[in-house]
């Protein structure tokens, strides 16, 4: 086991185990910072991959921006207690029975992949994940997608307007 | 491209049109004259007369069935706006009317996209541009808790699905490597397809998504709630316009694609049509609410719509355009006799003949459309889905089901006129100017024309 | 007389004639123009029927085609009259005593309002003229056209006075008989049309080797179905004895010269067939003698001038019968002429006495009419003894030479029959004695209005009583004179074929003799002990009991038939309406439809609106999704067997 | 030139009617449409050659269906009777106040253009078209002008035959699919050779469509609902004409193109047919309610026309021609009895009927006349016509043709009870005041009555018309 | 590290979201579930286009194979931000009308 494995696991259980703590927290705002704990813990992986770029973004974007945006939404609904009344034991069974067959299905047809048996994902090596590289990319192949982007966040702009303005 | 620009330029010129007036008629013009610019360009476009070229790097690819598709979209928007616009003003507060015409375009911007994407990225990008306006279109009657939770409901439900569409494309990029929407891959001398894994169960994640968009089911359950919650000019919309373009999406993402999926395709489509044929058709029949059993009918129309992805072949696309056509011209019609009704219950439209016998009469050439009874456009759309069916072969069970189903919906849709003209009430209308009339007139005579003819619709589109 | 027989058509059309302008002018005609146009077409009938009864004498029968009625495919049914011997017979008692009983008629049915009245000639006429399609026709389309025509014009006749729900029961009742009949002559009809490809008596005739006999069987059996509905024959005579409902005149034209002998008609036109079907005749022989005897036990016990009468003629018609089944052609159809005399008689006689009587039908509560009604008396008598079989009386020449025919059969047919024919003259007098001898049992106001018919009445009835006096003479007996059977050399053409078949064995004359004596001492013995019982016969009011009551109440065959056909008939077709029809296929349709109600009422519970349990949904549907890609096969392999 | 304005004609008509809202105008516009079409039909008929009869233009070229329209012999017969009927039906009902009288009789042109067309289409596509077109102005006749219970009856009837047309379509689809160059037209269809399978699959899929309109046993119960519920003039309509149809569907697009199936499956049909015959008259004879006698005795006539169809032989085709045009003028005659019945006395209850003859004598001779062709006396019509079926019958199968025969002593049976109970016996508390029918109705009467007469006696035209369709149809053996 | 770690990771996480969806009430945590599910997806994303990179290096050095997974993480970032915004926009709304953000208050439109 090298540095790496041992990082990619221990990621890797921080991020399930964060995801977990998302769920079962009963309060709000425990919930986020879990949240926030499973980004952090997502782009340690990313740097894992050498995806210093995303990595970075996860952060600022996810953790920091949207995950501050909850954050401030549930302080201005004064939610961050236990508000939360208990659901029905049978849906909440229903649905992590349902969960767990969903991924179980997944897992069995990906491990008879075939086609990823033997496959690795390069870890700290390939530069395709630097800045340099993805903005060269971004603003020739993909400039369109993301023009185009822009109208997706004029509508979101719109909206977030007319729906969040009283009255 | 012309289409895709445009729509995005009328948008940010309604919004500020906005700032300009607050006229809602001078909105509603000017959001038609966008359109018919709309229309004029990408008329062009097709016509390869002028479009903007942009190199798109592959990633959008523009041929004469989106395009098509695109000038029916747009005129439907049209017909909608001539006919409703007014009713968009009112809906809420009444500030937003320029705004909300903005999203409007932002959607066509999004249907512009789906019906020409070339992969999987903009078939991700082009399903969040259409979605994102309706959830803020759903609950922009923000008074009126039904709308809210209409909204809210429709957010929840289309965000997880879009991390499903996202977990298919993903674990399609993992077998192929690319976000090209894939070639049917070569079939060994064995006749067996050596698919993978992987990619069969991103695919079946990807058509779990589109069917959710589609309202196929039973990935149809916000259908009701949110048809019937939002507004009813956004309903409209979005029952007629909107669903056109996801069918559009749905069946170029999936032309080929049952080569991969194998036998097990034609499996999961019929299973689909029949649980949406079944769930759309009896489940109206119950509903008194008109509002709502438009909603249901249009999961049922859905089941009919999915056999064009079912067949797979030339006459599925073109039933598949025709039927747009066909049943957006009719629901919008519906719909907008609908909103001028003071009363959306079977009973509340009780009578209405007697008092408004030009709404009445167009209300029953729109249902007759929608059920499919010949000498509508809706029959000649149905009339493509079955025969699509019956020429890509091994599923004459399944329209006979079909054709059950639609006898079903004749039920549902005739206990409209049978209140309009045969019951006795006094169905109250809100007041209706001649020009609404004449724009009834003219949407009744387009129906029965196509259905009469529609070489009209399709000449010049033909595989 | 030459080339009379061209003109057959014109012998349907007048009577046609008439009903059309009675029938549109009932309204505007006067009851005298009504009658002169009724009884005129059909003299105008009767002479151009004696015309080409001579033509035909001379020139043999002639084929008249009018136009083609059906030509389909291969089948060609012109409509064509025949003029031949028989029907030429046959038009002579139709079209004369038709005549007589029109102008009867005229005088007996005066009280009837104009309309009625114009109505009643105009039904009358249209008899006439069925009857006539009937015989005259070519082919056994024509025939059945007549044949169901007549049913229709009981119908009419027997329902006429349509206020009295009683008579339309009976009038449905004929019909509806006649109905079974026809079936069976229709389904004879196809059987011939599809083995031999024509209808056309002389091409049916001529072509009867290509029928197997079975088919042959077959056909005459069905044939002769249908002569049991129109003759009244066991099982399907009950509705005759009903058919008295209608006016007298009209019972006496359907009993004596129109319907119930269309039976016997078409059988002597058929004989070949049933020459060529000895099983057949059997069958007919012993149909006919069961009806002679049964009807005439039945009558020994009626009390309505017209029921006995009308049982006798079931009984005449018995012997009719017996003489086809034999195969004594000719004696049948000469019975039928006599008969159709002295049947017109009685009945014209009795209606005589009704009209006297002022509707009064029970002879219970008649008698001692001898005065008062001295012609009706004279020729009833007469025809009394015409039918008991006295000779000279035409009636004693028919029915002996049927009885003879008979005994050449089989002896116990004659025996079996002379017993009906004692029965006969025993009700028969008993009639004429309950009638018009001892004292009048009715009411004072009756008496008081007892008056002879008017001479339009009597004069038919001297006609007749002439007639069924010298009537026989046409056709004597072999042992009386050779050759002077003039009816049977008349008739010799159409039976022609049938009689090179036969293997006649004629009795010895002494033997002869000697049966026809004792037949006519037995026969007055009888006459004798009835006259004298039941002219005194006082109104009593006493209940048979017994056999007797049994045969007054007619063996309870109404009642049974009634209870055996027509109630669970009824049953049937209510269990149909109210069970099958409403609760069964129409509950299946409906059902249908409320499967789906409920499937709605059902279905909508999964829309619970809660965001949760719809993706709840979603994502099993998900994992279904996978597995059944996984299991493709299976399913597949699954869905070929199903469908 | 001919069959477009057999169309046409109405249809024209049928839409100015619309806009006419004097009802005065709008009946008299109607009833100069009809005899025109009349007029136009006899002279086509009887004065064209058969090239001037058929009409050809291009419709859908994509789909391979063209717009062509051509008269047979069968199809001659059934315009004629279509023509015929209108004007008699108009001015049979000329006195029934409808309101809205002008939509009335525009949706009454409309349903005979749907009629013209369907007798008149040679191509598939055309054929279903009309064939839908004369179905739903009935729809809106039914319901709106229709008896108390009309909405849920038509509904049923609406849905009941939408069901059996979209089978057909689907039948016409496949057929489609399975000529040479993907067409629609008459001709494409005959000349496709089709496996046995195949044969039975299509059979039963334009059978059900053709048996549902007939209606043939078991597929009958929306009929005596929706004839008992239609005002009267549609019901003539649906029961005079309407119903030719599924069997002019059996001659024209079925026997042709599946000769097996014909054969094999023309058996179960001739006996669910028979069966339907019994059935119907025994119901018959329990009915009280006027209309619905009428309409199960019309059941059990179409159920004659039915199996003499599949009995593969000219005279029971030849039978059911005669008899298609016969009984559509009958039961016409009889309807408008019935309708003058229940316009004066305000029932049709026989049970509370009775002694109407001596008030209404012409009636009742009418009636008399007309019933009596209802139960195919000789001289009658309607005998022809049954002579021939049951003879085909008979050539079929001897006992299904004695089984088949009992009904003529049912019909009998039912019809004498419905003329016994209307017009013998004393007059009832209904019938007290009634008076005798008159002016229109006694004139469409006496018109129905001449040509049962005459048609009975000389029935030959209808036979010469339509020999050659039979011919043609019955050329094709298994 | 071998891809099917991080299948199996990613798909972990994923099915973590979608419970956490069928499992929660409050709708803002139905929503942050969501983006734990896009989020899953984004990390399989970029192990993918290091896979597939990593596979074309070995032929081609220089190559940029698998890059569009990466810029795909980052399209999906813009959505997910832009979503969100509307997102909390709407429950912000719902918020106001009703004082909860339970998603079992959601039930006036069914059936």
């Given at each position: 086991m090298n540095i790496t494995q041992i990082l990619f696991f221990l990621l890797s259980a921080m991020a399930i185990f964060s995801a977990i703590m998302v769920l079962v927290s009963r309060n709000p705002v425990h919930s986020v910072l879990w949240l926030i704990a499973v980004f952090f813990a997502i782009s340690g992986h990313y740097i894992l991959l050498n995806a210093q770029f995303l990595a970075i973004v996860n952060l600022i974007v996810y953790a920091g921006a949207i995950m501050v945006l909850f954050l401030f939404v549930i302080m201005l609904m004064n939610l961050n207690k236990d508000t939360e009344p208990k659901k029905n034991i049978w849906m909440k069974l229903a649905g992590v029975v349902s969960g767990g067959c969903f991924l179980m299905v997944l897992i069995s047809l990906v491990r008879q992949a075939a086609d990823m048996q033997g496959k690795a994902a390069q870890t700290g090596v390939g530069d395709i994940g630097l800045i340099k590289n993805l903005g060269k990319a971004l603003f020739s192949d993909f400039v369109v997608p993301f023009e185009i982007s822009s109208v997706l966040f004029l509508s979101a702009m719109v909206g977030a307007v007319v729906i969040g303005k009283k009255a | 491209m012309n289409a895709i620009i445009f729509s995005a330029l009328m948008g940010v010129v309604m919004m500020f049109s906005g700032i300009l007036t607050q006229n809602k008629s001078v909105l509603k013009y000017i959001a038609a004259t966008g359109l018919l610019l709309l229309i004029a360009a990408n008329l062009l476009n097709a016509e390869a007369v002028f479009s903007i070229k942009v190199n798109t790097h592959g990633l959008i690819s523009f041929d004469r069935f989106g395009l098509y598709f695109n000038t029916i979209a747009f005129t439907a928007t049209l017909v909608y706006v001539l006919l409703s616009g007014s009713d968009i003003g009112k809906v809420g507060s009444g500030l937003y009317t320029a705004d909300f015409f903005a999203l409007i375009f932002f959607v066509l911007c999004g249907l512009s996209i789906l019906s020409s994407f070339n992969g999987l990225l903009m078939l991700f990008l082009g399903i969040e541009i259409l979605s994102i306006p309706l959830y803020i279109l759903t609950g922009a009657d923000k008074r009126n808790l039904k709308s809210n939770e209409a909204s809210l409901k429709y957010f929840l439900m289309g965000s997880f699905t879009t991390g499903i569409l996202l977990m298919g494309i993903a674990l399609i990029y993992g077998a192929t490597g690319s976000f090209a929407i894939q070639a049917p891959p070569i079939v060994p001398s064995t006749g067996m397809v050596r698919a993978s894994f992987l990619e069969v169960a991103g695919l079946i994640l990807l058509f779990v998504s589109m069917a959710f968009k589609a309202s196929a089911a039973p990935f149809h359950f916000w259908t009701p709630d949110v048809y019937d919650g939002a507004p009813s000019v956004f309903t409209s919309f979005m029952a007629t316009i909107v669903k056109a373009a996801v069918f559009i999406a749905f069946i170029r993402l999936f032309q080929g694609q049952a080569v991969v999926l194998g036998p097990s395709w034609k499996i999961l489509v019929s299973f689909v049509i029949l649980a949406t044929l079944l769930i759309g058709n009896v489940t109206a029949v119950f509903q008194q609410s008109v509002k709502r059993m438009l909603a249901y009918s249009s999961i049922a129309q859905a089941g009919f719509m999915l056999f064009a992805l079912f067949s797979g072949n030339d006459l599925g696309k073109e039933g598949i355009l025709l039927y747009t056509a066909a049943y957006s011209l009719a629901t919008i019609g519906i719909f907008a006799v609908l909103i001028k009704m003071n009363d959306y219950t079977l009973e509340g439209f009780n009578g209405l003949a007697a008092r408004q016998p030009v709404l009445a009469f167009v209300t029953t050439v729109c249902l007759m459309s929608l059920a499919g009874i010949p000498l509508t456009a809706g029959f000649f759309a149905k009339y493509y889905m079955l025969a699509s069916a019956v020429k890509a072969g091994g599923a004459l069970w399944l329209v006979v089901i079909a054709i059950v189903f639609a006898a079903i919906s004749v039920y549902y849709y005739f206990r409209v006129i049978q209140a309009m003209y045969f019951r006795e009430g006094e169905a109250g209308t809100a007041p209706i100017s001649s020009g609404f009339k004449i724009m009834l007139i003219i949407v009744a005579a387009l129906i029965i024309l196509t259905g009469i003819w529609p070489s009209l619709v399709l000449s010049g589109f033909y595989f | 007389m030459q080339d009379m027989s061209k003109l057959v058509y014109l012998v349907p059309l007048f009577p046609l004639l008439g009903f059309l302008i009675n029938g549109l002018g009932r309204k505007s005609l006067s009851k005298s123009l009504i009658s002169i146009v009724g009884s005129g077409v059909m003299l105008i009938a009767f002479f151009i029927s004696i015309g080409v009864f001579f033509d035909v004498k001379a020139n043999g029968a002639t084929v008249v085609e009018l136009f083609p009625f059906i030509h389909a495919d291969t089948i060609q049914i012109p409509f064509a009259f025949q003029a031949d011997q028989l029907s030429a017979v046959f038009l002579l008692i139709i079209t004369g005593i038709g005549f007589l009983i029109h102008l009867y008629s005229a005088a007996y049915m005066h009280e009837e309002d104009t309309q009625h009245y114009g109505r009643y000639f105009a039904y009358l006429n249209l008899f006439v003229f069925s009857m006539l399609l009937l015989v005259l026709g070519s082919n056994y389309v024509i025939m059945f056209i007549g044949w169901e025509g007549v049913g229709l014009c009981s119908y009419l006749l027997i329902g006429y006075w349509f206020k009295n729900t009683q008579y339309n029961y009976a009038a449905k009742k004929a019909f509806v008989m006649n109905r079974i009949g026809d079936l069976g002559f229709l389904l004879a009809v196809f059987w011939i049309l599809y083995k031999i490809g024509t209808v056309t008596y002389t091409d049916v005739f001529a072509n009867v080797a290509q029928l197997s006999s079975f088919d042959i069987t077959a056909i005459t059996m069905l044939l002769f179905v249908g002569a049991m509905g129109k003759s009244a024959q066991i099982p399907l005579y009950t509705w005759l004895p009903d058919a008295m409902a209608g006016p007298t005149p009209v019972s006496a034209l359907i009993h004596a010269a129109t319907m119930v002998t269309a039976g016997i008609y078409m059988i002597a036109r058929s004989n070949i067939l049933y020459t060529l079907a000895p099983a057949t005749q059997t069958v007919v022989a012993v149909v006919g003698l069961a009806t002679a005897i049964f009807a005439a036990t039945i009558a020994l016990k009626q009390n309505d001038i017209k029921k006995v009468l009308a049982y006798s003629t079931v009984s005449q018609l018995g012997y009719m019968f017996l003489g086809l089944g034999v195969g004594a052609y000719t004696g049948a159809v000469f019975h039928v002429m006599t008969h159709a005399f002295f049947k017109a008689l009685l009945f014209l006689g009795a209606g005589s006495v009704i009209h006297a009587m002022h509707h009064e039908q029970d002879i219970r509560k008649m008698g001692g009419l001898k005065k008062a009604l001295p012609i009706t008396h004279m020729t009833f008598l007469l025809g009394c003894l015409a039918i008991a079989g006295i000779p000279p009386f035409s009636g004693f020449f028919s029915k002996d030479e049927i009885l003879m025919a008979a005994y050449n059969s089989n002896p116990l047919y004659y025996y079996l029959g002379l017993g009906g024919a004692l029965m006969t003259s025993f009700y028969m007098f008993r009639l004429y004695a309950m009638t018009f001898l001892g004292s009048f049992r009715g009411t004072h106001e009756q008496q008081h209005h007892l008056h002879e018919s008017p001479s339009a009445m009597t004069l038919p009835l001297i006609v007749l009583a002439l007639l069924s006096v010298i009537g026989g003479f046409v056709g004597i007996p072999e042992v009386f004179a050779s050759n002077a059977h003039s009816l049977e050399h008349f008739l010799a053409p159409v039976f022609a074929e049938s009689a090179k078949l036969a293997h006649p064995h004629h009795l010895e004359a002494s033997q002869e003799y000697l049966m026809m004596g004792i037949s006519t001492a037995l026969i007055i013995g009888i006459i004798v002990w009835a006259v004298n019982r039941f002219k005194k016969y006082t109104d009593e009011g006493q209940e048979n009991s017994g056999l007797a009551r049994v045969l007054e109440n007619k063996w309870y065959i109404d009642e049974l038939y009634d209870a055996v056909i027509v109630k669970p008939l009824h049953h049937f077709s209510a269990f149909l309406k109210n069970v099958v029809e409403k609760s069964g296929i129409d509950g299946l349709v409906n059902g249908a439809g409320k499967l789906v109600g409920y499937g709605s009422r059902q279905l909508?519970?999964?829309?619970?609106?809660?965001v949760g349990s719809y993706i709840l949904v979603m994502v099993m549907a998900m994992v279904v999704f996978v597995l059944i890609w996984f299991n493709d096969h299976t399913i597949m392999n699954f869905l070929k067997k199903l469908f | 030139m001919i069959p477009v304005l057999l169309i046409l004609i109405p249809l024209i008509t049928g839409l100015v009617t619309c806009f006419l809202k004097e009802t005065g105008l709008a009946r008299t516009w109607a009833m100069l449409s009809a005899l025109a079409t009349l007029a136009v039909a006899v002279t086509g008929i009887y004065f064209y050659s058969p090239a001037q009869l058929s009409f050809d233009a291009a419709w859908l070229p994509a789909l391979g269906s063209r717009f062509t329209l051509s008269l047979d012999g069968m199809g001659k017969m059934l315009v004629l009777l279509t023509a015929i009927s209108y004007p008699v039906i108009f001015l049979a009902t000329n006195r029934n106040n409808y309101p809205k009288a002008s939509s009335f009789y525009a949706l009454m042109l409309l349903t005979q253009a749907g009629l013209m067309g369907v007798f008149v289409a040679t191509d598939a596509l055309v054929f279903y078209f009309f064939w839908e077109l004369a179905l739903i102005p009935v729809y809106f006749l039914c319901s709106i002008w229709g008896g108390e219970k009309r909405i849920a009856t038509t509904f049923k009837f609406f849905i009941y035959t939408f069901i059996g047309s979209l089978l057909m379509l689907i039948g016409i689809l496949y057929m489609y699919f399975q000529t040479a160059d993907h067409s629609f037209a008459w001709k494409a269809f005959y000349s496709t050779a089709l496996s046995g399978g195949q044969q039975a699959f299509l059979f039963w899929l334009f059978f059900i469509a053709f048996g549902i309109k007939m209606p043939v046993f078991p597929l009958h119960t929306w009929q005596p609902d929706a004839y008992e519920q239609s005002p009267t003039a549609t019901t003539m309509v649906l029961s005079g004409i309407m119903v030719k149809m599924g069997l002019f569907g059996v001659v024209r697009w079925l026997i042709p193109f599946f000769p097996e199936a014909v054969h094999q499956a023309g058996h179960i049909v001739i006996i669910l047919a028979v069966i339907g015959m019994l059935y119907a008259s025994f119901i018959a004879i329990r009915q009280d309610d006027l209309k619905r006698l009428i309409a199960y005795s019309s059941i059990a006539h179409i159920g004659l026309m039915c199996a003499a169809l599949f009995v593969g032989n000219n005279i029971g085709m030849e039978g059911v021609m005669v008899q298609m045009f016969n009984h559509g003028i009958n039961v016409i005659g009889l309807w408008i009895v019935a309708d003058a019945i229940e316009q004066q006395l305000g029932t049709r209850k026989l049970s509370e009927l009775g002694g109407l003859a001596q008030k209404a004598p012409a009636l009742a001779i009418l009636l008399v006349v007309l019933a009596f062709a209802n139960i195919a006396l000789p001289l009658t019509n309607a005998f022809v016509g049954e002579f021939l079926m049951f003879n085909g019958l008979f050539r079929y199968n001897i006992w299904i043709a004695a089984v088949a025969c009992i009904s003529i002593i049912l019909a009998a049976v039912y019809t004498l009870n419905m003329v016994q109970k209307i017009f013998y016996g004393e007059p009832s508390t209904a019938t007290a005041n009634a008076t005798d029918v008159s002016g229109n109705i006694r004139l469409a009467l006496v018109l129905v009555v001449l040509l049962v007469i005459f048609l009975g006696v000389y029935p030959q035209p209808v036979i010469d018309l339509t020999k050659d369709t039979v011919q043609a149809v019955l050329a094709v053996k298994p | 590290m071998p891809i099917q770690y991080y299948i199996f990771l990613c798909l972990t996480l994923f099915s973590i979201g979608i419970i956490g969806v069928l499992t929660r009430r409050n709708a803002i945590i139905v929503f942050m579930c969501v983006e734990l599910m896009l989020n899953a997806v984004n990390l399989l994303l970029v192990a993918f286009s290091k896979m597939h990179h990593g596979a074309a290096a070995t032929v081609d050095a220089a190559t940029t194979a698998g890059i569009d997974g990466q810029l795909f993480v980052f399209f999906i970032m813009v959505v997910a931000a832009a979503e969100v915004s509307v997102g909390l926009a709407i429950i912000v709304m719902m918020f106001r009308n009703i004082h909860s953000v339970d998603i079992n208050f959601l039930n006036r439109l069914k059936n």
């Open positions: - | - | 909508r519970l999964l829309q619970s609106g809660q | - | -």
